[in-house]
């Protein structure tokens, strides 16, 4: 079956660590995107990709980096300059021949801070 | 800009209520309207769409109209199941060089009692 692959599911951080969050699709979709979650504040988009090699910021980059090295494949870094890393983050996909389509997502990781 | 404004939850509501979740939303250009719905531990599922005025969206048992003149798209259900606890997202994308990408609301938390 396709969809959109996260892992891992937990994740926990030591102070000055980096870590990193994968997302795998198998829809072959072009456009790829990052969430964050936190209680009561929806989800705010922290990085998305149009292409192979190519990405654009989202509301939120700052403590974090990611690459598109393959279509099927956009892992999220979270830097130790990321303060307050503790969220659920999520992984998305979509086509992008016209603007109606809709975006697919993963089971999240959940980020905690040891 | 662009932005969604929903409902604040909680929504508490006994088996077999009516349901309305309101959905209200500002936009550059023409925007296409989804609702998305996420279970606990989840991601994110897609539940219906509207890509312009007038349309309706359906599924499982939902319900919502795209309203151009009152920029709205609220999420209806005549008969709520327990199995219909969630957290609803409505959400919007538009045209451009952002093509694909999704503003959301807060997300709306919704609990049914048997």
């Known amino acids: 079956d396709g969809g959109i692959t996260q892992s891992p599911k937990y994740l926990f951080r030591k102070e000055g660590q980096n870590v990193t969050l994968s997302c795998e699709q198998n829809?072959?979709?072009?456009?790829m995107y990052w969430y964050r979650q936190d209680p009561g504040q929806g989800l705010r988009l922290i990085y998305y990709?149009?292409?192979?090699?190519?990405?654009q910021k989202g509301d939120i980059a700052e403590g974090y980096s990611v690459s598109r090295e393959k279509k099927e494949s956009f892992p999220l870094t979270v830097t130790s300059a990321q303060k307050n890393p503790t969220a659920f983050y999520l992984c998305?996909?979509?086509?992008?021949?016209?603007?109606?389509?809709?975006?697919?997502f993963g089971d999240g990781t959940r980020l905690s801070i040891l | 800009g662009n932005s969604v404004t929903q409902m604040e939850g909680p929504v508490t509501l006994s088996e077999e209520a009516f349901l309305t979740i309101n959905c209200t939303y500002t936009?550059?250009?023409?925007?296409?309207l989804f609702w998305y719905v996420q279970y606990p531990g989840e991601g994110l599922q897609l539940l219906l769409k509207?890509?312009?005025?007038?349309d309706k969206g359906s599924n499982k048992g939902f319900e919502a109209t795209y309203r151009k003149e009152t920029t709205s798209f609220h999420l209806e259900k005549g008969s709520v199941q327990v199995s219909d606890s969630a957290v609803y997202f409505c959400?919007?994308?538009?045209?451009?060089?952002?093509?694909?990408?999704?503003?959301f609301g807060r997300g709306t938390q919704l609990t049914v009692w048997p």
């Open positions: 998305a996909s979509s086509m992008l021949e016209t603007d109606n389509q809709p975006q697919h």
């Open positions: 829809l072959n979709h072009d456009a």
């Open positions: 990709s149009q292409i192979v090699n190519d990405f």
């Open positions: 936009a550059t250009g023409y925007p296409s």
């Open positions: 509207a890509t312009k005025a007038d």
């Open positions: 959400a919007l994308s538009t045209r451009g060089s952002t093509l694909g990408r999704l503003y």
